[in-house]
């Protein structure tokens, strides 16, 4: 396997602009060149041009935490993948669940953002992940292959080698629970057959596979153990640099 680690701090709707350049600052400052890890933070909006023009240069990089599917329109408070170039994103993510739960995204809307972010050079970090009740009902399998198989209807092989996926189990974000290493290692490990099944071995075996969900230094080293966890999508503890540049120094002392 040399799949390269994937670090990714999602700061949700926090960090006004003074805020947000003293975090990516002092982040900068912490992880230094470490560039055999992908290391990205996705901040508001708001604040993405302010950041690009701390981490520029760095080993940090930017991505967005949403984008819509037209190139341009009518389409009031939203944000093309072109506006986000522009930003100097590399990176989207696309269906969290919080766009899903509060903001009733559908599986067909993900799929037409996915390729949309494609047929750019843009890459999508697709998440997917289970509600405590499905898990409760024993249908974590049937719930996560579903939202992948209808975000990912009709890409191509090529496109979908492009597509990073986040496997973030709703009940375990924001929450402080986090999943053992074992059970989140067993969802990526049925993500990745998928990926083999629809695709080829090839294709599964580098795509990269994020696990996300209240990951905070002390869990990180045992959850990036696992065969199949690339890397991680950090809510919480992304805010402050100090555990954001740990959870990457815990990551790097796994891969060597
Ligand atoms: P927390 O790390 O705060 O649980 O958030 C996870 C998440 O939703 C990242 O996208």
New binding site residues.
């Given amino acids: 396997m040399n799949r390269k680690a994937f670090i990714a701090g999602?700061w949700?709707m926090f960090k006004t602009r003074a805020e947000a350049q003293a975090t990516v600052r002092e982040l900068v400052r912490l992880v230094g060149d470490g560039r055999e890890v992908d290391l990205v933070v996705c901040p508001p909006f708001t604040v993405l041009w302010a950041v690009r023009e701390v981490v520029r240069g760095t080993a940090v990089q930017l991505g967005a935490q949403n984008v819509h599917w037209e190139e341009q329109g009518a389409y009031t408070g939203e944000v093309s993948v072109s506006m986000l170039l522009d930003c100097g994103c590399r990176y989207a993510?696309v269906g969290?669940?919080?766009r899903r739960q509060f903001f009733h995204e559908s599986d067909e809307a993900i799929n037409l953002k996915l390729k949309k972010v494609l047929s750019t050079e843009l890459l999508p970090i697709l998440?997917v992940g289970e509600s405590l009740e499905q898990r409760e009902a024993d249908q974590v399998q049937e719930v996560v292959l579903g939202q992948l198989e209808r975000a990912m209807k009709e890409l191509t092989a090529p496109q979908a080698s492009r597509v990073i996926i986040?496997y973030?189990p709703v009940w375990?974000?924001?929450?402080g629970k986090t999943a053992t290493p074992e059970l989140a290692q067993e969802v990526h490990c049925i993500l990745r057959r998928w990926l083999s099944n629809h695709y080829s071995d090839a294709l599964a075996a580098q795509t990269r596979i994020l696990y996300?969900?209240?990951?905070k230094p002390e869990n990180a080293r045992r959850l990036m153990a696992q065969e199949d966890i690339d890397g991680a999508?950090?809510?919480?503890?992304?805010l402050d640099p100090q555990l954001f540049a740990k959870i990457v120094k815990e990551t790097l002392t796994n891969i060597n």
């Fill in positions: 999602n949700k993510i969290h669940s919080e998440c986040a973030e375990a974000i924001g929450t996300g969900g209240s990951v999508l950090v809510g919480g503890a992304s």
